[in-house]
Structure formats: C-alpha cells, structure tokens
C-alpha cells in the first residue's frame, strides 16, 4: 500500500463525484427523507406530549416512554435504511464506470497496487456518505435545543451509522467490480443489501441458536442496540468484517479480471 | 529492452495471439503492422501487464510483465487504442494526476505537465474539459499522459489515427526524437509511417508473424508500381506498354481529355523503367506524369499472406 497513490485516487474521485449530479442528488433526497421522517417522529411525539397533559392514563403510559425511546431510536433506525437505499447510487460507478469507458486499462497499467485503486475509490465514497450523515446532526441538535435527551445513545447511534455506511459501501464497490453496467451494479447491491437487511426477520421463523446467527448476520441489527447507547464490540467486529470481507472480494474480482 | 518469448493469448477457445517472439532493442522504434483483428491489441496489452498471457514469457527492461508487474509498468508509458480518458477532467488536472500518479515528486508535477502540453501542443485548450475538446486534441493528450514521466519504454496503439495531417507530422516529429532515449514500439495500419518512424517493422496475421525486417527491404520485396499519364492514343499506348520487358502488367486508369492514365506493375523496376522511357522517346508519346506508387500496406499483405499459403 502506498499512502500517496491512495490520496492521489481519493481526490480525483471525489472532485468527479463532486462534478457531477448524482452525488447532489442524492444528498438531497436523503435529506428530504430523513428530514420527512424527523419531522413526523417529532409532530407524533409532540401531539402525544400535549394530550398527555389532560389525560392522566396516557401520561402515566407516557412516561415509560421518553425522547430517545420515541424520537431518536426510531430516527436511527429510518436513517440507516434510507442510507441503505442510496448508498449504492453512490457506488455504482466506481469501477463499472471505468471498465465501461476503458480507463480502467490506463488505471490498471499505472504504476499503482489494485489495494491502492480500491482503497481510494473506497474512502472517496466514504467521504460523501460521511457528509451526508454529518448533515444529519441538525435533527438531534434540534432535540437538543428543544428537549433534554440523552446525548449518549445519539453519539453511539452516529458510530452505528457511520459502521452501517462504511458496511454498505464496501459491498457497492464489490457488486460495481463485477460488472461495467452501472444499473446493473446498483440493482445487485440493492439486493444484497435487503438480504443482510431481511435476515433480521428470520429471526422468528428459525430455531432460536440459529436465530441469533442469522441475527448477528444481518446488517442493521448491529445498530439497533448502538443506538440505545450500548457498544458491544461484536458489534464493531461485525462491520470491520464485512467491510474487510467485501473489500478483500473487490480486489479478487479485479485480479480475475485480469487474468481472462 | 522487451523480450517476447513463444507469447500465446487465448480468449477462451479462440487464440487471438498464437506463439509469438520477438526482441526489441533500446532506443529502437519498433512498427507493429497488421489488419484489424491480427492482434496487435493484444500484444501490446500484454506488454503493459493490463493481462498476463497464457502461454510464454515476456520481460520489459529487465522485468517479467508477470511476476514484477509494478517494476515493469514504472517503466512504460501506454497509449491505449481507444484513448480512454477522464471526461470529467480538466486537460492539467488530469496530466498531473497523471504525472503524480506515476510517481513523479510532488514539486516537479506541475512542471512536467506543463512540459509535456507544451510538447504535444496542448496549452491551447489545458483548462477544457477533456469532454470538450476535440478528437485530435484528445489523441494529444492520450499521448501527452503517455509521455509524462519520460519513460524508457513507450507503447502506442495507432498513435496517428484521427488527427489532421498537420498534427500527423507534428506528432511523428515528437515520437521520431524519442528514439534513442526511449524505446518505442507502435502499432499502425499506415505503411507509410511506418517507413518514416520506425527501424524495423513486425507484421502480423491472425496472431502470428508473417514477416519481421527493415521497412525498406519489406518495400523492395514487394511489387513495384508507376503512375503514367500520357498524351496520345490510348490503345497504341496501352499496346506499346505491354510490349515493355520487366512489366508484370498495365492497367487503364480514368482519363482527363486526351490525357490517359495507366498503373504498370513492374517485374523488374529498373529494366522495366528503361524500357519506358525508351519506348516513349520512339513514339514520341507526350508524357505529363510519371511517378512512383507507394507500396500500400494492402500488396504486401496480399503478397505475404498468399506465400504464407502457398
Ligand atoms: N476481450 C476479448 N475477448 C474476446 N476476444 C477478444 C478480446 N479482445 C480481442 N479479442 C479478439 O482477438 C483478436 C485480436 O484483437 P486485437 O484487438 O488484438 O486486434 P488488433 O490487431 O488490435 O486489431 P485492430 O487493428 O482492429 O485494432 C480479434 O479477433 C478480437 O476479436
Ligand atoms: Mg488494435
């Protein structure tokens, strides 16, 4: 690994991403969609709130319940998916696009190691999703000036987010190194990203050792306790796994590449 | 500098490069000659470590393609055939990203690309987007990124396609005065060029090599062929010129008036040229033109593939 290929990689990616639309809109409708959601999580908990107020059965219930319990906790989990849902508009073009262009044959015969390719295109893609949960903060800071929740399980919440995304993107880049079709890319992310995603389900369905297995498996499960502020470290493990596991499958599919 | 030994690239079942060797010495200019399909491509592919062979050994500047891919590719400038570049960039911004990406010292990036968009002329349009900027320009700078870090061994695939006859000359300047310092070794439909760049051409054919030699023994090789244009009687004339030793053949070309244009094909160029002039000083034909044909690509091909199979 060469540190200066890899920023060399980094920048040019991002400044392409940054030229043109598809990152801005994509940040957008996932503000638009993580800000319809705050709005409705918060207008709900608001109404209850007040009807609580005249209602003593209601406010009794009510205070099991709390800011984070009701607001916060269900925003994490909204964002992860919606997170879920645009990440691989992010990532297909990593490397289909240049295997359908070509330039992938003058990238690959620069003097640079294919863990330097993958790694910068990688953390380009981070950078962008990173921003775009950076951009988030506005809603917790919002709860903040206008309530008391515990900061705790906001800050865990954000770990579990900024895991989930790293997560996503290092199986965009994979199922973009199979192929030079970008639709085609992002359709097989989606996919297997509802499978990780649906394995959560199963859970029930399933004897409970093999329950909790498919449970661990799957992909957001690892942010519902982080945003509860409990960091387990399996948790963590989990994503530096997937993400070293995809990111490892990447460089593999590219060496084959090569080699037919 | 480039060893190929017994090289062998199959595509699945079919083999588009079938058991080819070849040496190139440094500072040499190698032509590598061949209809579309021959796979020079390939070749050249293999040489740039884009893809290992499957069959034979292959070493550039001292390194195996295979086994020390990144020594090798440290070495080599390539200019792919497709002349894939970064859309979305501007001219500098991608010769340097280039330039760095190759290695080159962060403070001397800025003034490489600037060397190298003055050598190919590029200062014109060096803050354009590359996807605005027009097909020779972009052949320009396929080459420019290819010449950026100066390197030992130059590989360009039809260097020359797509640009005006100015640029045609400018660039066969540019990759004449490489020689020496540099090894190069392009690929070309164009005889011509061949002739004027390179030391030693190799043709090839379905993935093997038909004829490996100096353009001027390929030339003398093949027939030989004269432009006529004559004042006269055209029937007379044509009969008078076949009556002419070392001629393989006459051919009638359109007329313009009471000029009549005819191809001979020499047997024997020089008997065969004696014998014209002779015979055009007897019947005091009127002769407006005469000149030389160059040996297209097409005869020698026709000519080495039919020996091949014979
Ligand atoms: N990726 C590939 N998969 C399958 N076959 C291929 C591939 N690339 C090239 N070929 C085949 O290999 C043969 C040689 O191709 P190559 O591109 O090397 O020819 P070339 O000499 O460069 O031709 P041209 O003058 O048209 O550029 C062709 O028949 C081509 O169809
Ligand atoms: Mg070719």
């Known amino acids: 690994m060469n540190i200066r290929n890899v920023s060399l990689i980094l920048n040019r990616e991002l400044k392409s991403y940054f030229s043109s639309l598809t990152v801005y809109i994509v940040i957008i409708m996932f503000l638009l969609m993580t800000g319809y959601f705050f709005y409705n999580l918060v207008a709900t908990f608001s109404i209850v709130s007040f009807q609580a107020q005249s209602d003593p059965m209601l406010a009794k219930q009510y205070q099991l319940l709390n800011i984070n319990e009701t607001v916060i906790r269900p925003l994490f989990g909204t964002i992860g998916i919606i997170l879920l849902l645009m990440t691989p508009l992010l990532t297909m073009r990593l490397l289909a696009e240049e295997k359908k262009t070509g330039t992938i044959e003058l990238l690959l015969t620069f003097p640079v190691d294919d863990v330097d390719v993958v790694l910068g295109k990688y953390l380009a893609c981070l950078a962008v999703v990173l921003t775009m949960i950076l951009l988030t903060v506005t809603y917790p800071v919002l709860l903040v000036a206008f309530g008391e929740p515990e900061v705790v399980p906001i800050v865990t919440g954000y770990l579990g987010l900024v895991l989930l995304g790293a997560a996503a993107i290092s199986l965009g880049i994979f199922t973009s190194s199979l192929t030079e079709n970008q639709i085609v890319s992002a359709s097989l992310s989606f996919a297997m990203l509802f499978f990780f995603w649906f394995l959560g389900y199963s859970v029930q369905l399933v004897s409970a050792g093999l329950g909790q297995f498919l449970g661990y498996l799957s992909i957001n499960e690892h942010i519902e306790s982080m945003s509860k502020g409990v960091v387990d470290s399996t948790d963590i493990i989990y994503y530096l796994c997937f993400i070293a596991l995809f990111l490892f499958l990447t460089l593999r599919s590219l060496e084959a590449k090569r080699w037919r | ?310």
Do not use: W
């Open chain 2, 1 to 310: 500098m480039i060893e190929v030994e017994n090289l062998t690239k199959e595509y699945g079942e079919f083999r588009a490069v079938d058991n080819i060797s070849f040496t190139v010495e440094k500072g040499e200019i190698l032509g590598f000659l061949g209809p579309n399909g021959a796979g020079k491509t390939t070749v050249m592919r293999i040489l740039t470590c884009f893809f290992p062979p499957t069959k034979g050994k292959v070493m550039v500047a001292g390194y195996n393609c295979f086994e020390d891919s990144l020594n090798v590719r440290k070495r080599i400038g390539y200019l792919p055939q497709r002349v894939p570049l970064y859309e979305d960039m501007k001219v500098d911004d991608y010769l340097r990203f280039v330039a760095a990406i190759k290695g080159t010292p962060a403070k001397e990036v800025k003034r490489k690309a600037a060397k190298v968009m003055d050598d190919c002329g590029l200062s014109d349009v060096s803050h354009k987007l590359i996807s605005t900027i027009s097909g020779g320009y972009r052949q320009r700078v396929g080459i420019a990124q290819a010449l950026v870090n100066d390197p030992e061994v130059l590989i360009l695939d039809e260097p020359t396609v797509g640009l005006d006859p100015k640029q045609i000359k400018e660039i066969r300047t540019l990759i004449k005065e490489l020689a020496g310092r540099h090894t190069v070794i392009l690929s070309t439909h164009i005889l011509p060029e061949v002739s004027i760049l390179c030391g030693r051409v190799i043709i090839i054919n379905q993935g093997k090599v038909v004829a490996e030699d100096r353009p001027e023994n390929l030339r003398s090789e093949s027939a030989q062929r004269m432009l006529l244009r004559i004042n006269g009687n055209a029937p007379l004339i044509e009969q008078e010129l076949s009556r002419v030793g070392g001629i393989k053949g006459v051919e009638r070309e359109p007329a313009s008036g009471d000029t009549h244009g005819f191809v001979v094909v020499f047997d024997d160029e020089k008997r065969g040229r004696q014998g014209i002039q002779a015979m055009i000083e007897k019947n005091k034909f009127e002769l407006v033109e005469m000149r030389l044909l160059e040996v297209s690509l097409e005869d020698i091909f026709i000519k080495l593939v039919t020996k091949e199979e014979a």
